[in-house]
């Protein structure tokens, strides 16, 4: 079956510093990747996405990319600050069954002080 | 334009009780998820809906647990006679149809209902 490991946390970092989040995934057919992101009190939002091997998702100054050869996606960011602090999740959409359904890790709580 | 919207955000009952829980998409998307998010599980997929039919029901953890889809739009998801364990939030996605040739489809969270079970 598809599951998806990711990095425990709590990730505490000062502001400027670098930050990576390792996610690595275990998949039956050829999975797009996706990191989610959550804030604190609001809902899950799509942050990045990569559909297939060597793929570069990018946003928000956050880069991840899809390694096959490592089954990897990791997060990373050069420079983060304060209103980065949220909970980072890696997933995992595996389209053999048509029906796209995500599978998550278990997420990663990032704090980012001033 | 409006996003997924959930009822009700929190509620509150009784171990045994039944409740509803309430999901909007996004107007015009056709497939429909329902996730779990609680501390000993993290998130955890419960059902699909493709228009009104849900072809995959795989996560659904018991059969106190069912759902339905309505119009090919609004869907509710039930559980009967609840127990404690089922506490957790609950959080819908809708997606639109799929774009030929593309291996995903973007989904679209609602901001959840946090059921708490006494």
């Known amino acids: 079956g598809n599951s998806v490991t990711q990095m425990e946390g709590p990730v505490t970092l000062s502001e400027e510093a670098f930050l990576t989040i390792n996610c690595t995934y275990t998949a039956t057919g050829y999975p797009s990747l996706f990191w989610y992101v959550q804030y604190p009190g609001e809902g899950l939002q799509l942050l990045l996405k990569a559909t297939k091997a060597d793929d570069k998702g990018s946003n928000k100054g956050f880069e991840a990319t899809y390694r096959k050869e490592t089954t990897s996606f990791h997060l990373e960011k050069g420079s983060v600050q304060v209103s980065d602090s949220a909970v980072y999740f890696c997933a995992l959409s595996d389209s053999l069954l048509n029906d796209y359904k995500l599978s998550f890790g278990a997420g990663t709580t990032v704090t980012v002080r001033a | 334009g409006a996003g997924v919207s959930q009822s009700p955000s929190n509620k509150v009952t009784e171990k045994g009780k039944d409740v509803e829980l309430r999901c909007d998409p996004i107007s015009g998307h056709t497939a429909l998820y329902w996730y779990r998010q609680s501390l000993g599980q993290g998130l955890e997929f419960l059902i699909y809906?493709?228009?009104?039919?849900?072809?995959?029901k795989s996560g659904l953890p018991s059969d106190r647990f069912s759902a339905e889809r309505t119009g090919g739009s609004v869907s509710t998801l039930t559980i009967q006679r609840t127990q404690q364990e089922d506490s957790a939030v609950y959080l819908c996605?809708?997606?639109?149809?799929?774009?030929?040739?593309?291996?995903?489809?973007?989904?679209?969270f609602g901001p959840g209902t946090r059921l708490t079970v006494l």
């Open positions: 809906f493709q228009g009104n039919s849900a072809p995959d």
């Open positions: 996605a809708s997606s639109p149809p799929p774009a030929s040739g593309i291996g995903y489809n973007e989904q679209f």
